[in-house]
């Protein structure tokens, strides 16, 4: 399948392995990219940009067909080293780097100048808009579905897509309740390049996260995420268990006298506890809407070869079938 976005990043499928802490490694990277799609490394899971440098050369070992590398950037009062994150991505070869977070603008100078191109996960067509403006190559479009930050619009991607379509004019993906082939045609057909997996991606043989994580995705519901810390504005959609049900019980208690230092302990060093140990209520580990769509863990590869085949299938079978024969 050609898009703007397998044209791009010089991939075969127009799917995107999203950047999630703790999850996304070498292994995971490699086998989405070795599929034929995009995988990403996420950066400041490692915690130097030394560490980072040799988790790119690793991830080297295992494929060598194009992936990536996930940048988030945080407010200043707690920013790494970006300079040095930037300079050992750029020495490892890596060509894509999807931004996250805040406005990676003031960046942006040395990622072009190393000749990488830049997809910025926006939740709004205005912030797609800066993007674009800023010289980014691609945005990914995250709908109110999706896990981890939403944003604070409530707007899902049956809507945002198509605006996103109406207003940008560089490749864009859909991000938040991105399964299978279902999810991908629909995606197209709203004006997006490709799709960009998150939650999904974490229940497959590759991901190297404990087992208790991908089965509690396969025994989840469309109805089993929450939205924490909206009080604070700085949302996030997790996996419902104990340790989020203690951040809703605080959050009702403080009413507008929250601060993060209230939830604190349940959202801070949780993955390492989540996805290392297991601990499936140590506290908020993000998730998508989309796991009441999962149901097996399969390898990578089969997950990506079923999305396409459906996908196809669709297109082809389904839809085309749908159109009356036009009179000769």
């Known amino acids: 399948m050609k898009t703007r976005i397998t044209e791009l990043f010089g991939i075969q499928h127009p799917i995107i392995q999203g950047g ?14 070795n599929a034929g799609g995009l995988g990403l490394i996420t950066g400041l899971t490692q915690k130097t940009p030394e560490l980072l440098a040799k988790e790119i050369a690793r991830c080297h070992e295992m494929t060598d067909k194009p992936f990536g590398v996930n940048l988030t950037f945080l407010p200043t009062f707690s920013a790494p080293p970006y300079p040095e ?12 780097v999807e931004t996250a977070g805040r406005s990676p603008e003031a960046h942006m100078p040395a990622l072009k100048a190393a000749g990488i191109k830049v997809i910025h996960k926006c939740t709004s ?21 999706c896990g981890g930050h939403p944003g604070e619009d409530d707007l899902p991607n049956m809507i945002l897509l198509p605006r996103a379509a109406e207003e940008l004019r560089i490749p864009f993906v859909a991000s938040g309740g991105m399964a299978d082939g279902r999810s991908l045609v ?20 590759e991901a190297p996260v404990h087992d208790n994580v991908k089965q509690a995705i396969v025994k989840a519901s469309e109805l089993d995420t929450r939205l924490v810390m909206r009080p604070l504005r700085n949302t996030e959609r997790v996996l419902n268990n104990a340790g989020v049900e203690r951040i809703l019980q605080i959050e009702r208690e403080k009413g507008a006298a929250l601060q993060i230092s209230d939830v604190y302990d349940q959202v801070a060093g949780v993955y390492p506890r989540v996805m290392v140990e297991g601990e499936m209520d140590a506290g908020a580990w993000s998730c998508g809407m989309v796991a009441g769509l999962i149901r097996d863990v399969p390898t990578v590869k089969e997950l990506i070869d079923r999305i396409m085949a ?6 082809h079978a389904r839809l085309a079938g749908m159109l009356e024969a036009q009179p000769g």
Do not use: P, W
């Open 20 to 33: 999630m802490h703790y999850v996304g490694f070498a292994e995971l990277a490699a086998a989405v990219s």
């Open 85 to 96: 994150y930037i300079a050992a991505i750029a020495e490892g070869g890596i060509r894509v």
């Open 125 to 145: 067509v205005r912030h797609a808009l800066k993007a674009e403006a800023i010289g980014c190559d691609a945005v990914s479009v995250d709908g109110f579905e």
């Open 186 to 205: 629909a995606a197209l057909a709203l004006g997006a390049d490709g799709m960009n997996m998150g939650t999904r991606f974490i229940a497959t043989q």
């Open 310 to 315: 459906q996908a196809h299938g669709l297109i």
